[in-house]
Nanobody, 126 residues
Framework: QAQLVESGGGLVQPGGSLRLSCAAS????????IGWFRQAPGKEREGVSC????????YYTDSVKGRFTISRNKAKNTVYLQLNILKPEDTAVYYC???????????????????WGQGTQVTVSS
């Protein structure tokens, strides 16, 4: 089964930045809406951002607007999530997944996405 692979997580101080990558070896990411999600200990998985396949429209949950940026690199078959001005509450395991359609981006519901990766840990702490 095709699966996505996340990378780029780590430990960063509040106010710092990270860039997460989402790559695939068995299918072309450009054909799918790609979403980023995160899950903190004891909490439900939360939709963070999404980029559509048709026109590259981007979506963000309110808590990350103005701080996170999602983008695609078609040549590298990779989707990125740039995390800036990080806060301790951004600490979580971050996952990427492929949407069943571009419509999945509007709701950012995990049930509308598949081919989940293993996740990458982001820890924001001083």
């Amino acid at each position: 089964q095709a699966q996505l692979v996340e990378s780029g997580g780590g430990l960063v101080q509040p106010g710092g930045s990270l860039r997460l990558s989402c790559a695939a070896s068995r299918f072309t990411l450009d054909y799918y809406a790609i979403g980023w999600f995160r899950q903190a200990p004891g909490k439900e998985r939360e939709g963070v951002s999404c980029i559509s396949s048709s026109d590259g429209s981007t979506y963000y949950t309110d808590s990350v607007k103005g701080r996170f940026t999602i983008s695609r690199n078609k040549a590298k078959n990779t989707v990125y999530l740039q995390l800036n001005i990080l806060k301790p509450e951004d600490t979580a395991v971050y996952y990427c997944a492929a949407g069943i359609s571009d419509y999945a981006c509007s709701g950012l519901r995990p049930v509308d996405f598949g081919s989940w990766g293993q996740g990458t840990q982001v820890t924001v702490s001083s």
